[in-house]
């Protein structure tokens, strides 16, 4: 079973950017749906991008589109979540777990933090 370990969170100022990489162990995420989550204290997880086995199945929350991008390097096993123009509500936990819907409730990992603070 493959499993998805988060990496990439850190602190950054508003408008600035981070890389989230979703790295798997176990097998191999070429023609794995992945789907990246975030959870902000207080607040429901929410979908934020997710990236099909085909490629051209990318959805992308409203709130995001135009500056997330999610894509796969299959040479590296992992699936990449670039975050541009940060602002302050993008702050939270992201995941990244093997399907786009997030109502599993045993693939969840310890995910990466996100902290946009000026």
């Known amino acids: 079973q493959v499993q998805l370990v988060e990496s990439g969170g850190g602190l950054v100022q508003p408008g600035g950017s981070l890389r989230l990489s979703c790295a798997a162990s176990g097998g191999t995420l070429d023609y794995i749906t992945v789907g990246w989550f975030r959870q902000a204290p207080g607040k429901s997880r929410e979908g934020v991008s997710c990236?099909?086995?085909?490629?051209?199945?990318?959805y992308y929350a409203d709130s995001v589109k135009g500056r997330f991008t999610i894509s796969r390097d299959n040479a590296k096993n992992t699936v990449f979540l670039q975050m541009n123009s940060l602002k302050f509500e993008d702050a939270g936990v992201y995941y990244c777990?093997?399907?786009?819907?997030?109502?599993?409730?045993?693939?969840w990992g310890q995910g990466t933090q996100v902290t946009v603070s000026a």
């Open positions: 777990v093997p399907d786009c819907f997030g109502q599993r409730d045993d693939y």
């Open positions: 990236l099909g086995s085909r490629e051209r199945d990318i």
